[in-house]
């Protein structure tokens, strides 16, 4: 068992185990009278996909064109099929959205009232839980989206749309406008395309277009909010949901392919595909007085027979103390707190699409078998679930996991691991193979205090429970040999006979390696073009008010911070001053060069155990768009600008901190042919 394993449960028996054992848990989940939890809806379920509408092709679309070629029935599965060259739109309203939430304090239901993405396709048990976004490389995207939110009077009744007042940006605001960020794609950053620089108003409704490039790569990403003052409270209220771009594209001796077409059965039907979103709702309840109400100031925070729980407070929400755990919230899948995942088979493949659509807790997704003997885990009340962890998850036998894409963006190989670490923003598309039928645990695992995005230990905790079916026939096969004979048999089906396919087959035989299916190019030294971007995180504490900084400055949004030049490869050396940050960009892509410790030690090679940091394990070489920058850390990545020129952001993805000011205005602009950016009306030297 490694260090990470031992350290799972530890954390959280040391809080809990003190002041109750696991005989008291047993006795009070069965003996202590308790909601039913039969009508408690708890299971789980992937986000309804979002049904978009084909828009008229004008002209219309001349009827000898070929149809594309497709792995029959990879594309169609939990989504609607659009051809590719249709143009679609989506429909979305920005609403008030009453709903419930399960809380393990009480084993019953909080009602809540939450800002909310509004599809046509509503699921009744979590209405508030965003739809799934389909897209296809090449095609053009509208969404639609209808901001109806609104502010009320002290009568609590709807005050008509009005402007929002404020006097300092990087003081949270203006909770009710919003926009929308398509994070991790590579479109364009401008226009009415990913432009996160602009506000959709209360009343207003704004048609966003997304020209997805023919080359973008397949995988999974995902939208939310990111006007700057109202980020984190939309997003913790939910607003985020699954952006997923499918393809089956083969690969060729000059173009990679999509990891689709491997992940498929021998019927050639893609695997079973769940997509699992993590998120984290901070909502309260109120007094009288509009202050949050607690058990006496502790943890949890309470909800009293009806009151509604709401996130509409930042100072009190989101300030310091109001830590997510000491809010005594859980974090989500799908919209329900601790589900039950059943339908599953043991042996059979099936693809997770892990998202960490949450504001500040970091999730350590890992899966244990549950003991034999186990009482029901759904009448076992959050007071008593670390005791019931301790003794009936077994920690020492992980299931393995294989990380086949980081942030939507296909590995180089498929790395075999116990636990993915996902920090707010990041994804990870896990294949998941269940050894033996039984209960497990799924677990968010523990972790130290570095770890952390709150720079506080997180305890053990139960995610969900999932419960697997008996198949005789997959008895004592070798998961690993299985899923490169799945792989390799695939390959052979889709991929035409010749020098491509017996590229991957050997590489695939030689440790699952996925080199023709990445699409973008490792950048060797001799690339870069320009010297490197420094860039350090920070919060002055000392400061009155305190102040969140990327290079000692707040943000400000009429400076370029980085003007950058279409067409340069450019390092990126990345430390923080002030405890751990998770670096986001938008529009390109890095690639992880390195990553150091304080000392100038390697902290990724496992074998070095003085300085080895599991939760860099495997990043070395791989693309992301998302990272978590430990402090005093220094991290290298390479990067490319291609294609998109304007204005966009970096920042913190902890969206307080970066409603706070811990972002930067960024600018790919054309050169100039001298060295620098080009301008429509430049110096008169420059003119010939």
């Not at 599953?344 to 699409?353: C, Q, S, V, Y």
């Amino acid at each position: 068992m490694n260090r990470r394993h031992a350290y799972v449960l530890g954390v959280a028996a040391i809080a809990l185990l003190a002041a109750a054992s696991a005989q008291a848990a047993e006795k009070k989940a069965e003996a202590s009278p308790k909601p039913d939890p039969a009508a408690v809806n708890r299971s789980f379920a992937n986000p309804l996909a979002a049904r978009p509408e084909v828009e008229k092709q004008n002209p219309p679309r001349l009827s000898v064109m070929a149809q594309p070629t497709l792995v029959e029935s990879a594309l169609q599965a939990g989504d609607s099929y659009v051809d590719p060259r249709d143009t679609i739109r989506y429909r979305f309203s920005i609403e008030f959205t009453d709903g419930q939430i399960y809380n393990p304090w009480t084993l019953s239901n909080d009602k809540v009232r939450l800002r909310s993405y509004r599809g046509s396709q509503i699921d009744p048990n979590t209405p508030f839980l965003a739809p799934t976004i389909t897209m296809r490389p090449g095609q053009t995207v509208r969404i639609s989206l209808k901001n109806n939110l609104y502010d009320v009077g002290p009568d609590g009744k709807k005050l008509p749309p009005g402007p929002c007042k404020h006097d300092e940006v990087n003081v949270p605001h203006c909770f009710n406008e919003t926009n929308l960020h398509s994070h991790g794609l590579w479109v364009s950053p401008t226009g009415n395309s990913d432009n996160v620089l602009i506000s959709i108003n209360p009343g207003v409704t704004f048609d966003y277009e997304y020209n997805v490039p023919a080359d973008h790569p397949a995988g999974t990403f995902w939208y939310h909010p990111h006007k700057h003052g109202s980020t984190a409270l939309q997003v913790s209220s939910g607003m985020d949901g699954a952006l997923i771009i499918k393809d089956d594209r083969v690969p060729t001796a000059t173009t990679p392919g999509d990891l689709d077409i491997l992940l498929t059965d021998e019927a050639n039907r893609a695997i079973a595909d769940k997509v699992l979103l993590f998120q984290q709702v901070q909502y309260a309840c109120f007094d009288d007085k509009s202050q949050i109400e607690t058990n006496g100031g502790k943890q949890p925070w309470v909800c009293k027979p009806g009151q509604v729980g709401e996130i509409r407070n930042y100072s009190q929400q989101f300030s310091p103390q109001s830590t997510w755990q000491n809010s005594g919230r859980f974090t989500s899948i799908n919209g329900v707190v601790q589900p039950a995942i059943t339908g599953l088979k043991a042996g059979r493949f099936e693809r997770w699409r892990l998202v960490h659509g949450g504001v500040r807790e970091a999730v350590f997704f890992t899966i244990y078998p549950q003991k034999a003997g186990a009482p029901d885990f759904r009448k076992v009340p959050a007071a008593d679930q670390a005791a019931w962890m301790n003794k009936y998850c077994d920690a020492t036998k992980p299931v393995p996991l294989w990380e086949v894409a980081l942030d939507g963006l296909t590995r180089s190989d498929a790395r075999k691991a116990g636990i993915s670490h996902l920090e707010p923003g990041y994804r990870a598309d896990l294949v998941v193979n269940f050894p033996a039928a039984g209960a497990y645990c799924v677990v968010d695992a523990a972790s130290s205090a570095g770890s952390s995005p709150t720079q506080q230990a997180e305890n053990a905790r139960i995610l969900a429970i999932a419960q697997v079916d008996d198949d005789p026939s997959t008895k004592g096969v070798d998961t690993e040999a299985a899923l490169k004979a799945m792989m390799v048999a695939a390959a052979k089906r889709n991929i035409p006979a010749g020098t491509v396919q017996d590229q991957v087959v050997a590489d695939l035989n030689s440790g699952l390696k996925l080199s023709k299916f990445v699409w973008h190019k490792t950048i060797d030294q001799t690339e870069l073009t320009a010297p490197p971007q420094e860039l350090v995180f920070n919060i002055d504490v000392n400061a009155k008010p305190t102040k969140f900084e990327v290079n000692g400055q707040p943000y400000d949004p009429g400076r370029i911070d980085r003007p950058l030049i279409l067409g340069d490869v450019q390092e990126w050396h990345l430390t923080s001053a002030f405890v751990g940050h998770p670096f986001h960009i938008h529009v390109n892509p890095f690639q992880i060069v390195s990553v150091k410790n304080k000392a100038g030690f390697d902290v990724t090679n496992p074998i070095d155990k003085a300085n080895y940091d599991p939760d860099y394990d495997g990043v070395i070489g791989q693309w992301k768009d998302t990272l978590f920058v430990k402090q005093d850390y220094h991290i290298v990545t390479r990067t490319r600008y291609e294609r998109y020129i304007g204005e966009f952001v970096l920042h913190c993805h902890i969206l307080d901190h970066e409603d706070q000011g811990m972002m930067q205005n960024v600018l790919i602009g054309v050169p100039d042919g001298y060295g620098g950016i080009a301008t429509a009306h430049g110096p008169a030297e420059h003119h010939h």
